[in-house]
């Protein structure tokens, strides 16, 4: 994989076990929290895949350094925009042990402590997933109208702000409205969440795609620091947390191939399983093409500009 280089593959696997010399605050599917100090938190991107809300046993070697990577790309590049939860301390700084420090050092970062908002803001510029399912149903997106006609896969008139409502863990988030947000954070922060979810998003759209990718939606996560601001935090931009698509292979009218999970959860929708744990087991080449799809993306959207294409 040209301009990275992954963790080795015969080294010790990466479990939230390995960090002793902080507290773990949380384990979510993807993602390891410990405590630092009251201003800081140490957040560990493993290489745990989830798929329907369930976390596969077999991990997808390198993915949470990739995740690590797109995200503090993203959060560069994003900073003009809106203020994100990175800090300016190193793992290098907060990790004693030299082996710990070379499994986490391109896996972890040092972030603030923020309160977290309690919602996913999503922006969509592609008619795909629940949102084609919402207009099948009855020609709208989260309650928002849209012209009649458009396939799948369509690209929307205009980019829409689709926010959801974080559930409680192992429950799935609730698609609600902007006027809902508003209602459950206050006018002013929704509008400043949906105002920064649009504006990244369409720095992002353009910047993709002058590399031949398509953004078809994303969500992002904010909290609020010591003095109330709004700050992006969690990951950003990642293939965990936004459909990629290749340019070259888009087709609207059917759900385009993308670089993510959907080997895993095309394979698992082969099977007679319930989508409750445990979960079946994963092959190794399935397991290998994900890992393939994680880098690619990473490659293309850290990579030049195409010949030809605006940067």
Not at 239 to 252: M, N
Request: charged share 25%.
């Amino acid at each position: 994989m040209s301009g990275i280089s992954l963790a080795n593959p015969s080294a010790p696997a990466y479990h939230c076990g390995l960090v002793t010399q902080y507290p773990l605050i949380h384990q979510g599917k993807v993602r390891d929290s410990f405590a630092i100090d009251e201003q800081h938190m140490l957040i560990v991107a493993s290489d745990r895949l989830s798929a329907f809300d369930v976390v596969m046993s077999e991990p997808i070697p390198g993915k949470g350094e990739i995740l690590t990577r797109i995200s503090n790309f993203w959060f560069e590049k994003t900073c003009g925009i809106i203020p994100n939860h990175l800090s300016d301390i190193a793992v290098s700084e907060v990790i004693d042990d030299p082996q710990v420090l070379n499994l986490l050092q391109h896996r972890a970062v040092v972030v603030k402590r923020l309160k977290p908002l309690p919602l996913e803001a999503i922006v969509r510029g592609y008619l795909i997933g629940s949102g084609w399912k919402d207009y099948l149903e009855n020609g709208k997106v989260c309650g928002i109208r849209l012209p009649p006609g458009l396939r799948q896969a369509d690209r929307l008139p205009e980019v829409i702000f689709t926010p959801s409502n974080k559930a409680a863990a192992g429950e799935h988030d609730i698609n609600i409205d902007l006027e809902a947000i508003r209602e459950l954070i206050g006018a002013s922060l929704a509008d400043q969440v949906r105002e920064a979810s649009i504006r990244i998003y369409q720095l992002a759209v353009e910047h993709a795609a002058a590399r031949g990718v398509i953004i078809a939606d994303t969500k992002f996560e904010f909290g609020l620091d010591d003095e109330g601001r709004v700050v992006l935090m969690d990951e950003v931009l990642t293939p965990d947390s936004s459909r990629f698509w290749p340019e070259e292979s888009y087709r609207p009218g059917s759900s385009p191939p993308s670089y993510d999970k959907q080997f895993v959860r095309d394979y698992l929708e082969t099977l007679d399983w319930d989508k409750r744990p445990p979960p079946p087991p994963i092959p190794a080449e399935v397991i290998e093409a994900t890992a393939a799809k994680y880098r690619e993306a990473y490659e293309r959207l850290t990579g030049p500009a195409k010949q030809g294409r605006a940067k």
